[in-house]
């Protein structure tokens, strides 16, 4: 539960005089290279891996598996040592996000590039280079999200600044992805000599090479730069106390395990169809090469005009409603995805059009968002107001999030047909835009019915403790407002506060770049 935070005029003042509007840009962009480096890799990470380099799919999704364990293990790791750690300059958090852009700048290059010296190497020696140097990826990642976001409470404590920040963080967060995919459509369309041509074969050819080379500068040169400022620009107090919760009293709280288990299925939803639309456009709907940067994008701006509205959608509906209709779109797109078969002519079939099937990356963008964001709402609600160790829980839940969609991109790689029948690799992609969708949203609903459950146990216990407390002779007392209630009793008061929708939202500004 959330309990109010009482602030001084004069602690407002300080606040405003510390947050400056050019010191609100360099804490927005703290994060903004982390940013432009992601939306290369979820989309682009498979393709390059398996189509670029020729690995085997099976290494292809190995390396990724590989990956996302590192970023699992190392951001609740990260999340405890910052914690932890007494460093004054240029403090505790800002040196895990320091090092962070650091090794992010020096990882990019020997990431999306061929292995140097393994021109004779077997490709086992090139999965373990490869492998390498995306562990470092994945702990800079984690370095500079947990620095930057870690720092918030404790350089503004009024909400309205937080909400301000995270505004403005979520709007260059928005600005990355599109130059991202952008620049990628911009490349394929005049660099690329095949652009414009339905081979079907592959999204990605070894001529692409060069392109990923532009894009890691691209990446740096913008990204390094603008979140640097966040280092001289945002200062960081020193011995900041705040309300923390021991590891072992988190483990045996079950809203724990289903708050996890709802972001997960959410984010399987968004990040694995992610991964293979690039494969999906290209080999079962034998779509042009650019339409590999198109999906993404769209993908991501329909996720974006979700995020405007459905706020209003969870005060009207509540969350638990709010969720159902987003499994219900995600739902929808699964059907579009699946009425369109590989051998099928798009132009007669329901007279489908190729553009068409944009629709359903849409349905799949907006339902992938609303879900999502109730999945970040609940882990706000969660914290409440033990924000001192905040970065165990979000790194926890996050832990898992990422072990859960390596494993699931492992398995699909293991699984594409090694035949030469062209049909039965076309079914193989668009079985991945169908299934996996499907089952992770059934996840979140089995997940949403266990909340329905456990709220209502919860809100009976409260109600048999109040009518206990008032056979006893003790008055009542619910509170002033909607969202707090009171028990008075002759030991003191036990106050219950939910945390409002400004509560959850800072949370979901946090982390809607990882969709």
């Not at 920040?165 to 260059?172: C, I, K, T």
């Not at 499994?327 to 132009?347: N, Q």
Request: proline fraction near 3%; charge should be neutral; aromatic fraction near 14%.
């Amino acid at each position: 539960m959330e309990r109010s935070v009482n602030v001084t005029e004069d602690e407002a003042d300080a606040e405003r005089q510390l947050l400056r509007p050019h010191r609100k840009i360099a804490y927005a962009l703290g994060n903004f290279f982390t940013v432009l480096a992601i939306a290369v890799w979820f989309p682009y990470n498979v393709s390059f891996f398996q189509f670029v380099l020729g690995l085997s799919a099976k290494n292809a999704g190995n390396i990724v598996l590989i990956a996302q364990v590192g970023g699992a293990i190392s951001t609740p790791l990260v999340g405890m040592w910052s914690d932890k750690c007494s460093c004054k300059i240029p403090g505790r958090r800002k040196i895990f996000h320091l090092i962070g852009l650091i090794t992010l700048a020096l990882v990019m290059f020997f990431l999306w590039y061929k292995c140097l010296g393994c021109s004779h190497a077997s490709e086992v020696y090139q999965v373990i280079y490869f492998c390498c140097f995306a562990i470092i990826f994945q702990f800079s990642w984690a370095s500079v999200q947990i620095g930057q976001l870690a720092l918030l409470p404790e350089i503004c404590v009024q909400k309205r600044t937080q909400v301000q920040l995270n505004s403005l963080r979520y709007s260059f967060t928005i600005i990355a992805s599109l130059v991202v995919f952008g620049c990628f459509w911009l490349l394929l369309k005049f660099y690329s000599d095949d652009s414009d041509k339905n081979t079907g074969d592959t999204p990605l050819t070894p001529d692409d090479l060069n392109i990923f080379l532009i894009m890691s500068a691209v990446v740096i040169g913008l990204g390094f730069p603008s979140s640097l400022l966040f280092q001289f620009l945002i200062p960081e107090k020193v011995n900041v106390n705040l309300a923390k919760q021991t590891w072992y009293k988190w483990i045996v709280n079950p809203r724990f395990y289903l708050t996890a288990l709802c972001l997960i299925g959410a984010r399987i939803i968004v990040l694995v169809p992610q991964t293979y639309m690039p494969h999906y456009f290209t080999i079962t709907l034998k779509m042009s090469k650019s339409s590999i940067a198109i999906g993404p994008l769209i993908l991501y701006i329909s996720s974006f005009f979700t995020t405007l509205v459905i706020k209003r959608c969870r005060g009207i509906i509540g969350d638990n409603m709010t969720y159902f209709i987003g499994m219900a779109v995600v739902w929808g797109s699964v059907i579009f995805f699946w009425t369109k078969s590989p051998t099928d002519d798009m132009s007669s079939h329901f007279n489908w059009s190729r553009d068409c099937i944009f629709i359903a990356t849409v349905l799949l963008g907006v339902g992938g968002a609303m879900t999502v964001v109730i999945g970040l709402s609940r882990i706000s609600f969660l914290v409440g107001k033990f924000k001192g160790s905040s970065a165990f829980v979000y790194g926890w839940i996050l832990f898992v999030d990422r072990i859960s969609n390596g494993i699931i991109v492992s398995v699909i790689q293991h699984i594409v047909p090694e035949n030469s029948d062209p049909d039965e690799l076309e079914n193989h992609y668009r079985n991945v835009m169908v299934y996996v969708p499907f089952f992770a949203s059934g996840l979140g609903l089995t997940v949403t019915f266990a909340f329905i459950l456990l709220d209502w146990v919860t809100k009976r216990g409260q109600k048999t403790k109040a009518r206990t407390i008032s056979k006893l002779g003790s008055p009542i007392n619910y509170g002033t407002g909607s969202d707090s209630s009171s028990i008075v009793s002759g030991g003191g008061t036990i106050t219950y506060e939910e945390s409002s929708d400004d509560e959850s939202d800072d949370d979901i500004q946090r982390f809607t770049e990882t969709l």
